[in-house]
């Protein structure tokens, strides 16, 4: 069963501190990997997008990696702003409209 | 940029009811994809659609249905609601061959009563 685990379930920052957060999948085949970024209540947005032989793509403040021997990607976020403060997602496309969704962190940048 | 767009954003209904939401792609995009978001829950695919064809189906309850039009709008309707089905609905709309680059609309807040 394809599968995307986040960690961790949510998190609290300082404002200004950086922070990273932490997806493994478990999707067969692999297409590629998203991070998303929900504000409560809004659709999700798009930071990054990455495929099986990228390593790392950086968006602004956002930066994320992925491996894909282990499965596991990360997304960094650098001087973190309280606009920060959202649902981080993992998504992870395994093929034609198959898009596993992890359950996402939920990140509170407190001033 | 256009994004997707979607209506309406907030909608109450009581149980046994029915709604119709509203989805227009982005420009150009042929595809349409419906995900219902449960309170503190991850988005579930429902349905998909391309060229107003069904192209993929997910959890969607036999009480939706769904359908894609000329103009690449979709409508999900859904009969005999439940309290249960009060989500976030999320429309998303792509290019068929990049299924992956989805693009979701704001969402439709459905609470049922």
């Known amino acids: 069963k394809n599968q995307v685990e986040q960690s961790p379930q949510s998190l609290i920052i300082l404002e200004g501190k950086n922070c990273t957060l932490q997806?493994?999948?478990?999707?067969?085949?692999?297409?590629?990997l998203r991070w998303y970024k929900q504000d409560t209540g809004r659709g999700p947005v798009s930071l990054t997008i990455m495929t099986f032989s990228e390593n790392t793509k950086s968006n602004g403040r956002y930066t994320a990696t992925l491996d894909a021997d282990t499965k596991q990607s990360s997304l960094h976020i650098t001087a973190s702003q309280l606009s920060d403060s959202a649902s981080y997602i993992c998504?992870?496309?395994?093929?034609?409209?198959?898009?596993?969704f992890g359950k996402g962190t939920m990140l509170l940048v407190s001033p | 940029a256009a994004g997707v767009i979607q209506s309406p954003r907030h909608l109450i209904k009581e149980k046994r009811e029915t709604a119709t939401l509203k989805c227009y792609p982005i420009?150009?995009?042929?595809?349409v994809y419906w995900y219902q978001q449960g309170p503190g829950q991850d988005p579930q695919f429902l349905i998909s659609?391309?060229?107003?064809?069904?192209?993929d189906k997910g959890s969607i309850p036999d009480r939706f249905s769904a359908q894609q039009f000329s103009d690449y709008h979709s409508e999900l309707n859904m009969s005999s609601l439940e309290l249960g089905d009060s989500a976030l609905y999320f429309c998303?709309?792509?290019?068929?061959?990049?299924?992956?680059?989805?693009?979701f609309g704001p969402g439709t807040r459905l609470t049922v009563t």
């Open positions: 998504v992870v496309s395994g093929g034609y409209s198959t898009l596993t």
């Open positions: 659609f391309y060229e107003k064809m069904q192209s």
């Open positions: 997806c493994n999948y478990t999707v067969s085949p692999f297409s590629n």
């Open positions: 420009p150009r995009h042929d595809t």
């Open positions: 998303a709309s792509s290019l068929a061959f990049q299924s992956y680059e989805q693009y």
